[in-house]
């Protein structure tokens, strides 16, 4: 089974930065699978921010793009997210996400197949 630790989400002011990190535990097929970010905001949908896989594809949507970065660690089978030049629109409960290949570009909450548990980041103004 699959399982998905996230940590380092925490409160910063507007313009701030802070890392995010999700280990991957488990088998998973590194050919066939994907990792992603979604984020969640109070009173809206779960999104789907940025996708990677172990091979380097990224892809990240137009609000992050220039100020979020993902990497994946595929020795350690680590995911991380580093964001910078906070905004308090970026407040949320983040989650990395596990699922086939497809979910890196689409960002679908429906492909994901493993959730981690999820971080909160608050950005104050």
């Known amino acids: 089974q699959v399982q998905l630790v996230e940590s380092g989400g925490g409160s910063v002011q507007t313009g701030g930065s802070l890392r995010l990190s999700c280990v991957v535990s488990g088998y998973i097929d590194k050919s066939g699978y994907s990792m992603a970010w979604f984020r969640q905001a109070p009173g809206k949908e779960r999104e789907g921010i940025i996708g990677?896989?172990?091979?380097?594809?990224?892809k990240s949507v137009d609000s992050v793009k220039g100020r979020f970065t993902a990497s994946l660690d595929a020795a350690t089978n680590t995911l991380s997210l580093q964001m910078n030049s906070l905004k308090p629109e970026d407040t949320a409960m983040y989650y990395c996400?596990?699922?086939?290949?497809?979910?890196?570009?689409?960002?679908?909450?429906?492909?994901?197949?493993?959730w981690g548990q999820g971080t909160q980041v608050t950005v104050s103004s």
């Open positions: 990677i896989t172990f091979d380097g594809f990224i």
């Open positions: 996400a596990a699922g086939p290949r497809p979910m890196s570009e689409l960002l679908r909450t429906r492909d994901v197949l493993f």
